[in-house]
């Protein structure tokens, strides 16, 4: 069983920056795709991001794009997501994923790990 751990969330005024940090807990892991998704108040899960660990590819969310950017150090076992040019609409909880196997990678289903999630608000 692996544990996924995010931290990095918080309360950031508009326009504002934060780097969200995921953090797996076995080293011997090797995921297939590593993704971000989110969950703001009464609405579904959305994806945000998505690395894949063997093309070394990025994906994301056509809404997000240049303002969000995920990256990974294989070397700590974690992905990381930068947010820049916040804005309130991003308000949600973050959640980290891991998927063993290959598929479409903006669909939550393709994942079988998940973090507890790390709360953004964006507010001023």
């Known amino acids: 069983q692996v544990q996924l751990v995010e931290s990095g969330g918080g309360l950031v005024p508009p326009v504002g920056s934060l780097r969200l940090a995921c953090v797996a807990s076995?080293?011997?892991?090797?995921?297939?795709?590593l993704g971000w998704f989110r969950q703001a108040p009464g609405k579904e899960r959305v994806f945000v991001a998505a690395i894949d660990l063997s093309a070394s590819r990025t994906y994301y969310a056509d809404s997000l794009k240049g303002r969000f950017t995920i990256s990974r150090d294989s070397s700590k076992n974690s992905v990381y997501l930068q947010m820049n040019s916040l804005k309130p609409e991003d308000t949600a909880v973050y959640y980290c994923?891991?998927?063993?196997?290959?598929?479409?990678?903006?669909?939550?289903?393709?994942?079988?790990?998940w973090g507890q999630g790390t709360q953004v608000t964006v507010s001023s």
């Open positions: 076995r080293r011997t892991f090797s995921p297939y795709a």
């Open positions: 994923a891991a998927a063993m196997a290959s598929g479409l990678l903006t669909t939550p289903t393709l994942y079988d790990y």
